[in-house]
Structures are given as C-alpha cells and as structure tokens.
C-alpha cells in the first residue's frame, strides 16, 4: 500500500510536517535538572480537591528545579464538558493562590508553547497523524459501534484473552488502499487507529517517580488515534502536547497507570523521548458510616470540590498548608525549621510522596486553620472576614461594614500576644463566635453550670451590677469580682475552696462564670474584661438586669 496516498486520501487539509513544529516548538535549554510539569484538567465539572492536590504537585516540582509549571485544558471530549467548566477550574486555583508559569489564565495564555487549550490544537494532532499514517503506523477503521459491540460479545464468546481491537480482531487493519477509498468515497464515518505492533507476551517497563519500577504487559490495542470528527483521544493528545510543550514530567492520577503501556508504545511510534511519570495517590477519607478508607465522592462529601472551602470560608492559606502536610511527609518538619517561609520556598521531592491514597482528614485541618488564623492581625481577619462575607453573609457583611472599629475590637481580643486563642477554624464560624457582642444576633439563653444554684445567681448578677463600669481596668475590674465573693458565700481563693470545699458555695471562677453567662449566654468567650469594655456600662447594665431575672 502506498502509505503517502493514504495520508492524503484521509487528512487532505494537512500540510505540514512535525518538523514544523519541532521547529516552532523548540527545546526549551532550561538548566539541567530543571522540571517542565503540566496540570491537564478536563472542564468537565468542578475543581475536585485531588485536582488541587495534582496542581500543587506540578507547581512545586517546577519551583523546586527552576522549571516551568503549565495549566493546559483538555477539551477533546465535548459530550462531558460543562459550559463553566474552565471558569470553575480557574476560579478555584485563583481563590487558593494558585497559579502556572503557563498556559490558561484568567487574563487568556501566557507562554510561548500554546495554544494550551488542547481544542485549538487540532492541526498539530493532525500533523502528527499524517505522519504516522504515511509510515504505516496509523489506519482507519470503519467499524460502526454496533460492530464494535458486536466483536466484544464473540470476543467472550470465544474466549479471547482480553477485549479490545487487536490482533486478528481488528477488522479494518488490513484493508487495502481500494477498499478504503471506496469507504471514504461512500463517505463512511472512519476514526484513525493506532497499528500497533505490541506483543502481549513481553513486558514493558518504566520507572514511576513516586512508585518505582513498574512492569506491565506491553500494548498490543490499536487505539483510537483520531475520533470521527478528527479530535484525538486523550492518549494521542497527551503524546502530542507533552511532546511538543516539551514537559518532561507528566504527574497525573494514578488512573492512568493502566493506559502507561499505550502511551509508551505511542512516543516510539511516533519517535519522541518518553517523559517521566509520577503518579499520584487518590485523596482519600475515612467513611463516617462504616469507616472504611474510600475515594472522597463527589456525591457523598461536600469537601470534594474546591469551591467547599471557598464558601466555608477556609483561608486560603490553611487549605495549602494542609495539603502540603499530605504532600510531603517531612512538610511538617520543614515547617517547624521555616515557621515563616512561602509555603512554595518548600523544596519539594516527588520521591517523598506516598503511593497509598492520602487521607483527607477535616480535623487536622480544622486545627491547622485555627493556627494560621490565630496569628493573623485583627485588621486581616476583619479584612479576610468582610470579604468573604461579602458574598456569603450578608447579615455579618453589613454588622461588620457598619462599624467597622467595633468588629476590630472583637476581634482584636485575646488576639496579638504570644498565646492567642484558637477559636476560629473558618470564616463561616465568625458570625456564631461574635454573635453576642451584636443585639441583631445575639439571643439570651441562660444556662449556668449544675452547681450554681438560680438564686445565687441572681445574688452575683444583683450585686455585679452596682459595681461594674466598664472603664475600669483589668486588675481593678477583677479586684471588684473577687470582692464579690466572700459575703455571697463564695471565696476569691481557688487553692482555699480545693482544700475545704464544703466550706464555699463555689469560688471565683464560679462568680465569673456566672457573670460570664449573664453578658454572654456562654460558659466559655475570650477575655470578659475586653468584651465588658466593648459592650459599655448600658448593654452591660441591660444584659445583667435582663439576666437577673431570667437565671
Ligand atoms: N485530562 C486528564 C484528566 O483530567 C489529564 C490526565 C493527565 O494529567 O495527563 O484526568
């Protein structure tokens, strides 16, 4: 058969060669050992918390080897894009902090490899199959899919080893150049496979970054190359973009272990160097039903997608933090020798990743988030809080933007000193732990430890309210609680009441827990003495009336 009458007849509209775009797309002279990585997300649905993991992976690796990190977008399958699929994908890198030295952006592409949107690189695909056609590489195949489905049910029927079309199974592998024309000419649909010349008796190798050596059968499916309508599949784009985009690492999910074999026997075909593989675990969770270890769903966990934490209010920083931990084991090491270090200044090693599935765990995060937020300045967490309830709280919004000094005053306790308090994990927690300090959000309910009786309470609150003023400083705001005690029965003395506690009815904590209550409807607030002084004598008198007669 004359292979280059073939490629003519099939792609007429193509007229170039590789060459052109080996010349266009030139070695990117990158210092040695430098990492040109690529994120290659379908816009098929929202940014998938293992996506952020992915994305963070390729960034780090470039940063840590002075090379190049790239966001391409793979829209070869228009039957599962969604119309807001990129917006999605770029929304949730950007509200993380997330960017790429390369390709899809925000503000359009950037880099001199593109287009990086895999729908405008038609022609190149189609380039590179005119040449593996014109070698003999590549044919087409008529096959309709009832046919299809047809050769898998006598492929069971008759035992064969695997399905798929191969081997004296692939019907259209050996039509003659006649019978093709005649095809075409007809204008039957035809997609391009791949001729492969694997042998399902040999082993073919490669060594994963994150797994190590990895064995597996070698190819032997001729694969589809070019759908009908002339876009490749995901396995020849990926050949064709890694190669000419000149990424020497593909890091992606370990889904794609099983397609491996394909895709090196393709880079021979079509005469490219391999590039390195890593491919990473699957986030994981432990099921709160059976606890089990499974694939965090994107049915069953709200925290699957990206946007979760976004609309929660999770500060950006914590979430990264927290996926570093997952990244890396010795991140957390790295972290307590660098307390102030860009998290992306981490070297990262892809070597140090696991292989098993990394476990997402909400509480560890919850914990990470509290830390970063409890050194955070009053004004950033005013800041981060009103812009994040801007879109989402507008009640909170419009509390905070109408007094903006009050809500800094909040928040500003126990804040700025060497313990600061860990009570906030996200934005959407905010509103619940400023509630009292607001009329508006505030409902008083009183409910005082089992050992205060009601009638003591009312004592306190009785005789707190002839003393309290609110301009009074720490000590002496203190001095007037503790003088409270001894003629209600209490003592200001913690270690006395210990000692001999049938002597007291309780002890100063006691009394302050009640006015505690009485102010706050809670057992537990940040520095009473602060939330007094923010309040004023009149809220302050008002609330401690209005509890004296409802304890
Ligand atoms: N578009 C593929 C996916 O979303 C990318 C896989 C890869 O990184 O090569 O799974």
């Given at each position: 058969?004359?292979?280059?009458?073939?490629?003519?007849?099939?792609?007429?509209?193509?007229?170039?060669?590789?060459?052109?775009?080996?010349?266009?797309?030139?070695?990117?002279?990158?210092?040695?050992?430098?990492?040109?990585?690529?994120?290659?997300?379908?816009?098929?649905?929202?940014?998938?918390?293992?996506?952020?993991?992915?994305?963070?992976?390729?960034?780090?690796?470039?940063?840590?080897?002075?090379?190049?990190?790239?966001?391409?977008?793979?829209?070869?399958?228009?039957?599962?894009?969604?119309?807001?699929?990129?917006?999605?994908?770029?929304?949730?890198?950007?509200?993380?902090?997330?960017?790429?030295?390369?390709?899809?952006?925000?503000?359009?592409?950037?880099?001199?490899?593109?287009?990086?949107?895999?729908?405008?690189?038609?022609?190149?695909?189609?380039?590179?199959?005119?040449?593996?056609?014109?070698?003999?590489?590549?044919?087409?195949c008529?096959c309709t899919a009832d046919e299809l489905t047809a050769l898998r049910e006598r492929q069971e029927k008759e035992g064969a080893p695997f399905g798929g079309y191969y081997g004296k199974w692939a019907k259209c592998r050996d039509?003659?150049?006649?019978?093709?024309?005649?095809?075409?000419?007809?204008?039957?649909?035809?997609?391009?496979r791949f001729r492969s010349d694997g042998d399902e008796n040999k082993k073919v190798?490669?060594?994963?970054?994150?797994?190590?050596?990895?064995?597996m059968p070698e190819n032997v499916i001729d694969e589809v190359?070019?759908?009908?309508?002339?876009?490749?599949?995901?396995?020849?784009?990926?050949?064709?973009?890694?190669?000419?985009?000149?990424?020497?690492?593909?890091?992606?999910?370990?889904?794609?272990?099983s397609s491996?074999p394909k895709?090196?026997a393709?880079?021979?075909?079509?005469?490219?160097?391999?590039?390195?593989?890593?491919?990473?675990?699957?986030?994981?969770?432990?099921?709160?039903?059976?606890?089990?270890?499974?694939?965090?769903?994107?049915?069953?966990?709200?925290?699957?997608?990206?946007?979760?934490?976004?609309?929660?209010?999770?500060?950006?920083?914590?979430?990264?933090?927290?996926?570093?931990?997952?990244?890396?084991?010795?991140?957390?090491?790295?972290?307590?020798?660098?307390?102030?270090?860009?998290?992306?200044?981490?070297?990262?090693?892809?070597?140090?990743?696991?292989?098993?599935?990394?476990?997402?765990?909400?509480?560890?995060?919850?914990?990470?988030?509290?830390?970063?937020?409890?050194?955070?300045?009053?004004?950033?967490?005013?800041?981060?809080?009103?812009?994040?309830?801007?879109?989402?709280?507008?009640?909170?919004?419009?509390?905070?933007?109408?007094?903006?000094?009050?809500?800094?005053?909040?928040?500003?306790?126990?804040?700025?000193?060497?313990?600061?308090?860990?009570?906030?994990?996200?934005?959407?927690?905010?509103?619940?732990?400023?509630?009292?300090?607001?009329?508006?959000?505030?409902?008083?309910?009183?409910?005082?430890?089992?050992?205060?009786?009601?009638?003591?309470?009312?004592?306190?609150?009785?005789?707190?309210?002839?003393?309290?003023?609110?301009?009074?400083?720490?000590?002496?705001?203190?001095?007037?609680?503790?003088?409270?005690?001894?003629?209600?029965?209490?003592?200001?003395?913690?270690?006395?009441?210990?000692?001999?506690?049938?002597?007291?009815?309780?002890?100063?904590?006691?009394?302050?827990?009640?006015?505690?209550?009485?102010?706050?409807?809670?057992?537990?607030?940040?520095?009473?003495?602060?939330?007094?002084?923010?309040?004023?004598?009149?809220?302050?008198?008002?609330?401690?009336?209005?509890?004296?007669?409802?304890?």
């Open positions: 058969m004359d292979y280059n009458l073939l490629a003519e007849l099939l792609l007429p509209d193509i007229d170039k060669t590789p060459d052109c775009y080996e010349n266009l797309y030139p070695d990117r002279g990158l210092k040695e050992g430098a990492r040109v990585t690529r994120f290659a997300p379908s816009p098929t649905g929202y940014l998938h918390l293992g996506g952020l993991f992915g994305a963070l992976t390729d960034i780090l690796t470039a940063k840590a080897t002075d090379g190049v990190s790239m966001l391409r977008i793979e829209d070869t399958d228009k039957k599962r894009e969604i119309g807001e699929g990129v917006s999605a994908i770029l929304d949730g890198f950007s509200a993380f902090g997330l960017s790429f030295d390369e390709g899809v952006s925000a503000d359009g592409e950037k880099g001199k490899y593109g287009p990086y949107t895999q729908s405008q690189r038609v022609e190149i695909y189609q380039t590179v199959a005119k040449q593996l056609i014109r070698e003999g590489k590549a044919y087409p008529f039509l003659s150049f006649d019978e093709i024309k005649k095809n075409i000419d007809e204008g039957k649909p035809w997609v391009l190798f490669f060594d994963d970054i994150i797994r190590g050596k990895i064995e190359l070019l759908k009908s309508d002339g876009i490749p599949t995901y396995h020849f784009a990926h050949v064709c973009d890694d190669h000419f985009m000149r990424t020497t690492h593909v890091i992606r999910g370990e889904e794609w272990i491996t895709h090196i393709l880079f021979k075909a079509c005469g490219y160097r391999l590039p390195k593989y890593a491919h990473t675990p699957q986030v994981m969770k432990i099921d709160e039903e059976d606890g089990t270890k499974r694939k965090l769903s994107k049915r069953k966990d709200p925290e699957a997608a990206v946007s979760y934490f976004v609309e929660t209010g999770f500060p950006k920083e914590a979430l990264i933090e927290y996926l570093m931990t997952l990244i890396n084991s010795n991140f957390e090491d790295w972290r307590r020798a660098n307390k102030d270090a860009d998290v992306f200044s981490f070297p990262f090693n892809l070597k140090k990743m696991s292989s098993s599935g990394c476990l997402f765990d909400m509480a560890k995060l919850n914990d990470i988030s509290k830390n970063i937020i409890s050194v955070m300045s009053a004004d950033t967490v005013y800041q981060r809080v009103t812009e994040w309830a801007k879109q989402y709280d507008e009640e909170l919004y419009n509390l905070f933007t109408k007094d903006p000094e009050k809500a800094r005053a909040i928040l500003n306790i126990d804040r700025e000193n060497p313990k600061p308090r860990k009570d906030i994990a996200k934005w959407s927690e905010v509103k619940d732990y400023v509630s009292y300090m607001y009329n508006e959000l505030y409902e008083e309910y009183l409910c005082l430890p089992e050992n205060i009786k009601s009638e003591d309470a009312r004592k306190i609150i009785n005789e707190y309210r002839k003393v309290v003023d609110f301009s009074d400083d720490k000590q002496v705001w203190f001095d007037k609680i503790k003088a409270l005690c001894i003629p209600l029965g209490f003592t200001p003395n913690v270690k006395e009441y210990k000692q001999n506690p049938d002597a007291f009815k309780g002890h100063v904590g006691d009394v302050s827990t009640v006015i505690r209550v009485a102010l706050t409807g809670r057992t537990n607030t940040p520095d009473m003495h602060a939330i007094i002084g923010i309040l004023g004598n009149d809220e302050v008198q008002r609330r401690l009336e209005s509890a004296e007669f409802s304890v």
